[in-house]
């Protein structure tokens, strides 16, 4: 089994920033890409930023210039620094993992979110 554990969320002010930590631990050979995911109230989840195991980010277009998503493979730990916070920013966090937990299987894992909350 393969834990993730989010932190770092909070209340902030708009145009203020906060940097997401997501670890993960547990039965873990490698892991492949780490992601953020998001989720607003009456919202589906949607996807923030993605970050490969070579170190490739990928972002969401609402983000682009505000975030900047990067990983710590020694730590199994990825993180999000978010700056330039906006009200519509306010969402649960999700942290999402593809985890190898051989070299022959392996599965996806999700964190249980962390909430960021931008007040206007």
């Known amino acids: 089994q393969v834990q993730l554990v989010e932190s770092g969320g909070g209340l902030v002010q708009a145009g203020g920033s906060l940097r997401l930590s997501c670890a993960a631990s547990?039965?873990?050979?490698?892991?492949?890409?780490m992601g953020w995911y998001r989720q607003a109230p009456g919202k589906q989840r949607e996807l923030v930023a993605v970050?490969?195991?070579?170190?490739?980010?990928n972002y969401a277009d609402f983000v682009k210039g505000r975030f900047a998503i990067s990983r710590d493979n020694a730590k199994n730990t990825v993180y999000l620094q978010m700056n330039s916070l906006k009200p519509e920013d306010t969402a649960v966090y999700y942290c999402?993992?593809?985890?190898?937990?051989?070299?022959?299987?392996?599965?996806?894992?999700w964190g249980k979110g962390t909430l960021v909350t931008v007040s206007s």
């Open positions: 547990g039965s873990i050979f490698s892991i492949n890409a």
């Open positions: 999402k993992s593809e985890v190898m937990e051989s070299k022959y299987y392996g599965r996806d894992y």
């Open positions: 970050v490969t195991s070579g170190g490739r980010t």
